[in-house]
C-alpha cells in the first residue's frame, strides 16, 4: 500500500518562510507527476504546484515567484519551498503523486496546516 506523508507546515508571520516536505513510501515501482495543493476554508482545493519526473515544473499565478518545487526521485519525495509569505496562502496543503505500484492511481497525503498571520 502507498502512503503519503506531509511535513513542515506550521504558524509563520507574513514574509516568512517554510518548507514543506512530501514522502511516499511502499511498493512503488515509479512515480510520475507529483504536485501540491491547498485548500482554505470555504475554497475549493487548487493547484499550487507540480513538477514531472523530469522536473518540469508549473505554478500557479499567485505563488510564482515565490514559491518553488522540487523532488528527489532517489527519495520518492517533493518539497515545496514557501518563501515571502502572505495571508492568503493559509490553508490546509495537500501533496500529491501519480504513482505506479501494485495498485496504480493517485495517491493524497493527509495535508499539513499552513497558517501565515499578518
Known amino acids: 500500500q502507498v502512503q503519503l506523508v506531509e511535513s513542515g507546515g506550521g504558524l509563520v508571520q507574513a514574509g516568512g518562510s517554510l518548507r514543506l516536505s512530501c514522502a511516499a513510501s511502499?511498493?512503488?515501482?515509479?512515480?510520475?507527476?507529483m504536485g501540491w495543493y491547498r485548500q482554505a476554508p470555504g475554497k475549493q482545493r487548487e493547484l499550487v504546484a507540480e513538477?514531472?519526473?523530469?522536473?518540469?515544473?508549473n505554478y500557479t499565478d499567485s505563488v510564482k515567484g515565490r514559491f518553488t518545487i522540487s523532488r528527489d526521485n532517489t527519495r520518492n519525495t517533493v518539497y515545496l519551498q514557501m518563501n515571502s509569505l502572505k495571508p492568503e496562502d493559509t490553508a490546509v496543503y495537500y501533496c500529491?503523486?501519480?504513482?505506479?505500484?501494485?495498485?496504480?492511481?493517485?495517491?493524497w497525503g493527509q495535508g499539513t496546516q499552513v497558517t501565515v498571520s499578518s
Open positions: 500529491n503523486a501519480e504513482v505506479i505500484a501494485a495498485i496504480t492511481g493517485t495517491y
Open positions: 511502499g511498493s512503488i515501482s515509479r512515480i510520475n507527476d
Open positions: 513538477i514531472t519526473r523530469g522536473g518540469s515544473t
